[in-house]
């Protein structure tokens, strides 16, 4: 691949692998695998990762309770969020009525399907989900890679180490070392980024083609349209609350945003993401936990997906739901749309409990949209991304963890023009914790300290 940027690569990659997926259709489906252990490769980096920023950005922030404070305005902030996707989803629908016409027959349609796409599994209840958060074991939480668990995990040790202080003082550096060396390696594996999205992209054109956007054309249409109106109310939120624009921070993270479009993960990018947005004057902390929470929390383009998603199975089937049944379908996806990510499926099985609750949407009628779910990723990957980047700057600005003059510096430059992407051989040796920093206790650290910018 041409040594140039990592997003004049990865565009190149993702328009090579369309037209491959469009030409050659077996070759293409035949190399998602590449993009599929590309993304294992990443998410071995997030758990340690998640870890090592949040302990060091606790014991540099030196107050447990306003790590605490951060935690709850973003839970605050990820339901207003979150709540006003799923109402925006259910007005398109409405207005613009995706699935009326098609007069699907359920009787014609496979009820195992979806039970094949989820793997016969089920979403967590509510306590279910509060015990999966909880760690077994130190060890096992890393093993399963499962990022609530860490966080946890991560909390109490920061915790231990305000406590301790300078009885520990070995610790602190030790933690920031891991960071810096998880850093350089995902630094190695975002040099195969560009075959990751090749692959990916040829083998969905590969494997579904074209013709499914011609048959779910205004499904499609509404769900992206939704999408962008959605990211258009966040930029006007972001600029109102911090003064940053969107659009510079998304011309600042464009390489990001296409990787995680190509790939259709916005995991593949977590760790640069999180790399920037502490460059862009977001203190550790804040990006330590509302980031990695919001991938579980605040799934906004998954909420247009899953309310357009509920009227339109609605509307194919011939029923009319009252505005009483849509209350419901809102109330249940504010529940069933948490915790999602992760589970095989889970879109389906939100829809499903959705169309169970309302007892008038046959369970095989969510079958429906089994063709066009892969489509959505690309809407859901970016909303969802976008989204949590959002909240990170608002929660980090709402309690005094965003270095605001370091955001508009990082993120423009005199001229008006969005800072250029980084080469890529300067990514693979990113040091994000300075020695200074890494050494200093926590009595000593300053209160916002921004790791690498």
């Not at 190149?12 to 489906?29: C, F, Q, S």
């Not at 004057?281 to 799934?299: E, I």
């Not at 949590?388 to 370091?406: E, K, T």
């Amino acid at each position: 691949m041409l040594r140039t940027s990592l997003f004049t690569q990865v565009a190149v990659a993702l328009l090579l692998g369309v037209l491959v997926g469009k030409v050659w259709p077996e070759a293409g489906a035949a190399v998602q695998w590449v993009s599929d252990g590309f993304i294992r490769l990443i998410k071995t980096m997030i758990a340690p990762l998640v870890f090592c920023v949040v302990v060091t950005g606790i014991a540099k922030a030196g107050d447990l309770r306003a790590f605490g404070r951060i935690g709850v305005k973003a839970l605050v902030w990820f339901e207003v969020a979150s709540t006003l996707a799923l109402v925006l989803g259910l007005v398109a629908a409405n207005l613009v009525s995706p699935g009326a016409g098609m007069n699907v027959d359920p009787a014609t349609l496979d009820p195992d399907a979806v039970d094949a796409k989820t793997g016969g599994g089920e979403l967590a209840s509510t306590s279910d989900f509060v015990l999966e958060s909880l760690p077994t074991s130190f060890v096992g939480a890393f093993a399963e890679n499962s990022i609530l668990q860490v966080l946890v995990l991560a909390c109490l040790t920061g915790a231990a180490l305000l406590h301790l202080g300078p009885k520990v003082p070995a610790i602190l550096p030790a933690v920031a070392q891991v960071e810096t060396v998880v850093f350089t390696l995902v630094g190695y594996i975002m040099r195969l980024a560009p075959l990751a999205v090749f692959a990916a992209s040829a083998g969905l054109i590969g494997q579904y083609g074209l013709t499914v956007i011609t048959t779910y054309g205004k499904l499609i249409a509404v769900c992206y349209l939704v999408g962008l109106l959605f990211l258009g109310l966040l930029a006007v939120a972001l600029r109102l609350l911090t003064g940053i624009s969107l659009w510079h921070f998304v011309r600042y993270t464009r390489a990001e945003l296409l990787l995680a479009l190509g790939t259709a993960s916005s995991e593949s990018v977590m760790p640069r993401m999180m790399d920037k947005l502490r460059k862009a004057g977001c203190r550790d902390d804040a990006v330590g936990l509302v980031l990695p929470t919001g991938y579980s929390f605040n799934l906004d383009g998954a909420s247009i997906y899953l309310s357009v998603g509920t009227l339109f199975i609605a509307q194919a089937v011939g029923v009319d739901l009252s505005l009483g049944q849509q209350v419901t379908v809102v109330l249940v996806l504010m529940l069933t749309s948490k915790g999602m990510a992760g589970v095989p499926g889970s879109a389906f099985l939100a829809l499903s409990a959705t169309a169970s609750s309302l007892g008038v949407i046959p369970a095989g009628a969510v079958a429906l949209l089994l063709g066009a779910d892969r489509i959505m990723d690309s809407m859901r990957v970016v909303v969802n991304l976008l989204g949590n980047c959002v909240a990170v700057f608002v929660v980090s600005r709402w309690d005094g963890a965003l270095d605001l003059p370091l955001a508009r510096r990082v993120l423009t430059v005199p001229s008006g023009e969005s800072v250029t992407d980084e080469d890529e051989d300067e990514s693979a040796t990113v040091t994000p914790v300075t020695d200074e920093s890494a050494g200093s206790t926590p009595d000593q650290a300053p209160a916002n300290t921004t790791a690498g910018g």
